[in-house]
């Protein structure tokens, strides 16, 4: 059975104060790892989806890295508007169906 | 691109009413849309997965006469609650899947807040 499991469950941070976080991840044949960011009240805004060990990728003060275990979501000087909460989901096989993980809340203060 | 609508944003019913709602998917076609619940603080839980010109495939424990779901077209999916009751006001989200390059990615829908009175 696929699991994903994100960790911390909750982050304060500083704005300016840099973190990353993390998503573990048990799969049959990864298709896909995705990120999300989902305001409260809203639906998941799509970030970033890895498709292989070693992919980065980047959009503003967001990094997303992959390795055959793990994903991190990198914040670099976090601002307020960064809050929200964040959810990894990975796909398997042929199947368009997410797995997700609990999600991680973050909380930028100024 | 990639936009995902949902139809209505929020809605109260009384109880034993059934609602209807929309999801469609603006700037791409999708054979496979999702419909998921959300529950406060919690994270999404697939409902059913909807594919065009079929009938939907419900995951265990979801009723799929209480939860019609029809996927008339390349950009419309729909889901009834029927004869709703106060244990189905929840935040109700689909999303569609894109596909490109041989890989399927899946954008959300802004969600319905339903409220059964």
């Known amino acids: 059975e696929d699991q994903v499991t994100q960790s911390p469950e909750a982050l304060r941070l500083q704005e300016g104060e840099s973190s990353s976080l993390n998503c573990s991840y048990t799969?049959?044949?990864?298709?896909?790892l995705f990120w999300y960011r989902q305001d409260p009240g809203k639906g998941p805004e799509f970030l970033f989806t890895l498709y292989s060990a070693g992919e980065e990728k980047e959009k503003e003060r967001l990094k997303a890295t992959l390795t055959k275990k793990e994903s991190f979501l990198h914040i670099t000087a976090p601002k307020p508007e960064d809050s929200a909460t964040y959810l990894c989901a990975v796909q398997a096989g042929g199947y368009s169906t997410l797995t997700f993980g609990k999600g991680t809340m973050l909380l930028v203060s100024p | 691109g990639a936009v995902v609508s949902q139809h209505p944003s929020r809605v109260i019913c009384k109880s034993g009413t059934s609602v209807k709602i929309e999801c469609r998917s603006l700037d791409f076609q999708a054979t496979t849309m999702f419909w998921y619940r959300q529950f406060p603080k919690q994270s999404l839980m697939l409902m059913a997965t909807?594919?065009?010109?079929?009938?939907?495939?419900?995951e265990q424990g979801v009723e799929k006469d209480k939860f019609l779901i029809n996927h008339a077209s390349l950009t419309l999916s729909t889901l009834t609650v029927t004869s709703a009751h106060p244990e189905d006001s929840s935040f109700y989200i689909c999303s569609a899947v894109r596909t490109a390059a041989g890989y399927n990615e899946q954008f959300f829908g802004p969600g319905t807040r339903l409220t059964v009175l």
């Open positions: 909807s594919n065009e010109g079929s009938k939907a495939t419900y």
């Open positions: 799969v049959s044949g990864l298709r896909g």
